[in-house]
């Protein structure tokens, strides 16, 4: 042998699979990891988001308050210096209404009134005091009702000063501090697109599945903050994209590679299969060669010395016809035993073509000329088609031997008569010859026509066409068998032009 042995391919594709399967898995849970970093991301955001919202509350509550208490301060000194004026300027000279109504519209107080000792009293205008007397003891007193501040300050000589002032700033602050404008106020930031006072019975599901919503208790109250989340939604998505794309590329070409290494490991099983068993037939033929030649050795001789010994008896004994009869049949016998050790030696021997110049369609109308009697007795038509008109560089009288062979069994195979097909051709740069007969019986045999000893027939060495098949690969050529339909056998000879650098003499 001339050929190497394949190399071994330990990367299979299983494993490649397997590894592209793996990584597929990595690429899974790496995506729900992120995914799962996400949604927990998301919950801290929530939760600080919603302790901001509370405190900002609470911090501008307070502030509310702190506000309020700064303005009834301001308000209370205001309204004691005034009263403190008015008690001044009164002194000097006492008001007329006309001149309290000028000085409380001047200084924007709802209404001004000097109570005296024994209930006297200026007023302007007329009856803005809630109730009559309204002078407390004990000091100033800074009261609301009715929508206005009631300041009440006494007076050395007795009585006091009322003031009434507008509560429409206190209004205005507890407005801006109330906890509907704080929650209005809050509401603008980006990721809140809900932040309200719960309204029983209201359907908060309906903003959709990117609103998270939270509850807080603030004063008492139930509070509801929808959050935003399409940016977290997004990502999320984002990521799945991104998993279903690289999953797609790696189980893409993971397949692709696998199917190439499978194709690639199916290819050296091939050849492997393909080396073990040219590596049998050779250690076959060679086991044959020694036996051939042992049979050579130890039988031929001793069937020589027979075979001499019956044409004595023949010739010199004189037997009567039953015992001629017997002779005669020995003497096949023999001569078949001699057949198949020819057989044997051709087999067991290389074959070495000698090329020379060869006319296919000649050599075959030759070969079919010369199996014509056996034809028409076995009652077998020929047909003959020759498409080839050309020349071969072959071994003329192994091309001989391999045509003859092939026409014999296609003859052979039909005892009750029927036909043969014969037919050459071009084809891929060489001459194709096809050989067509029933009378083919074991469909499922037909991948063992050219092992050595296999036969259909009741009698053959079963080495006929195992020789035609060394006979034809010595040439580079290549033999095929191809049932047609059923019971139809077709034999394809296919045989270079130029023998394949065969020398021609």
């Known amino acids: 042998m001339n050929k190497g042995r394949p190399a071994s391919k330990k990367w299979s594709w299983k494993i490649n699979l397997l590894a592209f399967g793996l990584v597929t898995v990595a690429v899974l849970l790496y995506s729900f990891g992120q995914v799962y970093y996400l949604r927990q991301t998301?919950?801290?955001?929530?939760?600080?988001?919603?302790?901001?919202?509370?405190?900002?509350?609470?911090?501008?509550?307070?502030?509310?308050?702190?506000?309020?208490?700064?303005?009834?301060?301001?308000?209370?000194?205001?309204?004691g210096n005034t009263a403190r004026f008015l008690n001044f300027l009164h002194d000097i000279e006492p008001f007329q209404d006309q001149e309290l109504a000028s000085f409380a519209d001047e200084n924007g107080l709802a209404g001004v009134a000097i109570v005296g000792v024994g209930q006297g009293r200026v007023s302007e205008p007329g009856g803005w005091l809630p109730r009559d007397n309204a002078c407390i003891a004990g000091g100033d007193m800074l009261s609301k009702e009715s929508g206005l501040f009631l300041f009440s300050w006494p007076r050395p000589q007795g009585g006091c000063v009322l003031i009434g002032y507008p509560d429409r700033r206190l209004q205005k602050v507890q407005e801006q501090f109330s906890l509907s404008s704080i929650l209005a106020f809050l509401s603008s930031a980006p990721e809140i697109v809900l932040l309200e006072v719960a309204h029983p019975g209201r359907d908060y599901t309906i903003l959709g599945p990117d609103v998270a919503l939270q509850t807080i208790d603030i004063q008492g109250q139930e509070v509801v903050i929808g959050?935003?989340?399409?940016?977290?939604?997004?990502?999320?998505?984002?990521?799945?994209?991104?998993?279903?794309l690289y999953a797609s590329f790696f189980a893409g070409f993971g397949l692709l590679l696998t199917f190439i290494l499978y194709r690639l490991q199916q290819q050296h099983i091939a050849e492997i299969t393909s080396y073990e068993r040219e590596l049998a037939r050779e250690q076959e033929d060679a086991s044959l060669g020694r036996a051939a030649a042992t049979i050579a050795h130890e039988v031929r001789n001793p069937l020589n010395a027979i075979g001499l010994g019956l044409q004595r008896i023949d010739l010199e004994a004189g037997l009567d016809g039953e015992h001629r009869a017997l002779l005669a049949a020995m003497g096949t016998a023999?001569?078949?035993?001699?057949?198949?050790?020819?057989?044997?030696l051709r087999y067991s021997r290389p074959i070495a073509p000698c090329y020379v110049s060869v006319e296919i369609d000649k050599l075959l109308a030759q070969q079919l000329l010369l199996r014509q009697p056996q034809c028409a007795r076995d009652n077998i038509r020929v047909d003959f088609s020759p498409g080839f008109h050309g020349q071969v560089a072959a071994d003329v009288d192994l091309l001989a031997q391999l045509f003859d062979n092939i026409i014999k069994n296609g003859i052979e195979a039909q005892p009750a008569g029927g036909w043969l097909t014969v037919v050459s051709s071009r084809q891929d740069g060489g001459v194709l010859v096809s050989f067509d007969n029933e009378g083919f019986g074991k469909s499922e045999d037909i991948g063992r026509l050219v092992e050595p000893y296999f036969t259909g027939k009741t009698r053959g060495s079963?080495?006929?066409?195992?020789?035609?098949a060394k006979i034809v690969e010595s040439h580079h050529g290549t033999l095929s068998f191809q049932e047609m339909r059923e019971g139809v056998l077709q034999v394809r000879v296919w045989l270079p032009v130029n023998g394949e650098g065969g020398q021609v003499r």
Request: charged letters at 25%.
């Open 462 to 468: 079963g080495l006929g066409l195992a020789v035609c």
């Open 227 to 244: 959050f935003d989340t399409r940016r977290y939604q997004e990502r999320v998505r984002r990521i799945w994209q991104n998993f279903m």
């Open 42 to 79: 998301l919950k801290d955001h929530l939760r600080d988001s919603r302790e901001m919202v509370l405190a900002n509350v609470n911090r501008q509550t307070e502030l509310g308050s702190l506000a309020e208490d700064a303005l009834n301060d301001t308000i209370h000194l205001f309204l």
């Open 334 to 344: 023999m001569t078949r035993t001699n057949t198949i050790i020819e057989g044997l």
